[in-house]
């Protein structure tokens, strides 16, 4: 992969002696080379096989004939 990085865990320890992950926050400005990732392309081309106006069915998440249900959350 092109972009691969290395991931560091970030631990501190508490006052009990437990060490815990912590995750930092910073800021999208801050991640270098984003700029060239997030113009690498946009938008989908096809979901499932499908283009243009896209309706997922519970087939087409594989949850047909169980017992889950799914509301139409949004478009694409």
């Known amino acids: 992969m092109a ?6 865990k970030v631990m501190e320890t508490d006052a009990t002696g437990i060490k815990r992950q ?3 926050e910073t800021h999208v400005s801050a991640i270098l080379g984003l700029d060239k990732i ?3 392309g946009t938008g989908v081309t096809s979901i499932n ?7 997922l ?6 949850v047909q004939g169980t017992n889950i ?5 949004g478009t694409v």
Do not use: H
Request: glycine share 10%; no cysteine; net charge negative.
């Open 57 to 62: 069915t519970a087939k087409d998440l594989g």
């Open 38 to 40: 997030e113009t690498a």
């Open 69 to 73: 249900t799914i509301d139409k959350v």
């Open 49 to 55: 096989g499908k283009t243009g106006d896209i309706t």
């Open 22 to 24: 912590i995750f930092p």
């Open 3 to 8: 972009n691969e990085v290395e991931i560091k």
